[in-house]
Nanobody, 119 residues
Framework: QVQLVESGGGLVQAGGSLRLSCAAS????????MGWYRQAPGKERELVAT???????KYAASVKGRFTIFRVIAKNTVSLQMNSLKPEDTAVYYC?????????????WGQGTQVTVSS
């Protein structure tokens, strides 16, 4: 069983900053990637940023230049530094861990942490 525990959400004014953190524990043989997704009310869950073991880090176009993802592979931790926050960044943010083979990937999710940006 894999557990992802997030922290760092909250309420911030537009233009402010927040840092989200996530730690994975449990039966993790190896994580292929860790990252962050978000879901705003009435919208589908979308990718914010993901960092694979190999390959390029990916950011949503809407956050590029404002958000930075950090990952410590050996510790199975991932963080998201969010700067210049906008009201449209308001959402529940979910930590994501991908493991398994290329043909049979398994996604694990955290419980979500609320980020609210006031105008």
């Amino acid at each position: 069983q894999v557990q992802l525990v997030e922290s760092g959400g909250g309420l911030v004014q537009a233009g402010g900053s927040l840092r989200l953190s996530c730690a994975a524990s449990g039966s993790i043989f190896s994580a292929n990637a860790m990252g962050w997704y978000r879901q705003a009310p009435g919208k589908e869950r979308e990718l914010v940023a993901t960092m694979p073991n190999r390959g390029d880090t990916k950011y949503a176009a809407s956050v590029k230049g404002r958000f930075t993802i950090f990952r410590v592979i050996a510790k199975n931790t991932v963080s998201l530094q969010m700067n210049s926050l906008k009201p449209e960044d308001t959402a529940v943010y979910y930590c994501n861990l991908i493991t398994g083979s290329d043909s049979a990937q398994i996604n694990y999710w955290g419980q979500g942490t609320q980020v609210t940006v006031s105008s």
